[in-house]
C-alpha cells in the first residue's frame, strides 16, 4: 500500500507542477491542446505499440482476450449503477447535468493514469502492454455506449469509424496485425530483441517517445485542473456521484475481481482501472456537445482528490482478499 501511494503521490506532483503553472500563466491553452495532441498522436501510441511487441506472440495476445471483455465489464457494470442513480437519486436535476452525471459513473479515466501507476509496480513494462489491450474494449464502448449517454443523441454509423480509429487504435491495430505476421515466420519478442536495428528500434519507440507518455499525461492533466473553475463542489448531486464513482462503483467491481477466476496480474490492472477518477475527457465533451461544464469541473477536481486515498486503500483491500 505505501508503494502505491508513493507512486501516485509521485504523480500528484507532476499534476500539481501542471497546475500551478497554468494557474500562474506560463502556459497558455493553446500550448495545452497542442501538448495533448502531442500525447494521443505520438506518445501514447508508442507505447501502446512497442509494448504489445516486446512482451506479446499472437497466441499470448489470444489467452489475454479476458483483459478488453474486464475492461468492458467494468465499463458496463458503471453504467448501470449511474442509469440507476439517475432515475432515483438525481432523477430532479436538469438533463445535461444528469447526462454527465451518468456518463461519469460509466467511464472513468481507463488508461493514462493507470499506467502512470502500474509503470511504477513490479508490473511495469507488462502491466503497460496489459492496459494496452484493456483499451480495445474501452475506447470502443467510449464513442459508442459511453457518447450516447453523454450526448443523448442517436450514433451516427457515418463518423463512427473517424471517432474508433483514433492514432492508439491504430496503433494496437498494428501491432495486433505485426504479431500475426510474425506468427506465419515463427517471429518470437526474444527473436526481435535478439536483432540489433529491431531492438534498437523498439526501445526508441518506448524509451525515447512512448516513456514521454507518463509525464505528459500528468502535466496536460494539471493544465486541464488548472484551466476549471472551483465552484459547486459540494452540492448534493456532487457528492452522490463521487461517492458512486470513487466507492460504490469500485467496491463493486473489487469484489468481482476477487470472486474471479483471474491471475494476480489481471487482477491487479482491473482494480487500478476501477478505482480511478473520473474521465478527464468530459471536460472536452462538455465543450463540443453542450454538457454541464461546471458539473463536470467539479467531478474532476473532487474525483482527483479523492483518488488519492480510495486508490491506496482499494488495492491494498484487494491484494489483502
Known sequence: MLTIATQILGIFVIIGIGVFATRQKWFSQDFSTQLSLLLIRVFYPCLLFSSILRKYTLNQLAEQWVLPAGAAGIILIGWSVGWLAKRTLVRHIKAPTRRAFHFT???NNYSFVPIMIIAGTPLGEEGIAMVALTTIASDTLMWTLAFRTFTGKKLNLKTLPSMLLRPPILALLLAISCLVVFHFFAITPETL??????KVMLNTLY???GNATIPASALVCGMRLGQLRLTGLFTYPQLVVTTLRMIVIPAI???????LPLTDAQRFVFGVIALMPGAMVSVSMAEVY????????AMIL???ALCIITVPIGLWLLGSC
Request: charge should be negative; aromatic fraction near 14%.
Open 105 to 107: 459513473c460509466t467511464m
Open 193 to 198: 530483441t535478439s536483432c540489433q536495428f529491431t
Open 207 to 209: 524509451t525515447y517517445l
Open 253 to 259: 467491481i473489487l469484489t468481482l475481481l476477487y470472486i
Open 290 to 297: 453542450g454538457g454541464d461544464i461546471p458539473f463536470i469541473s
Open 302 to 304: 473532487n474525483t482527483h
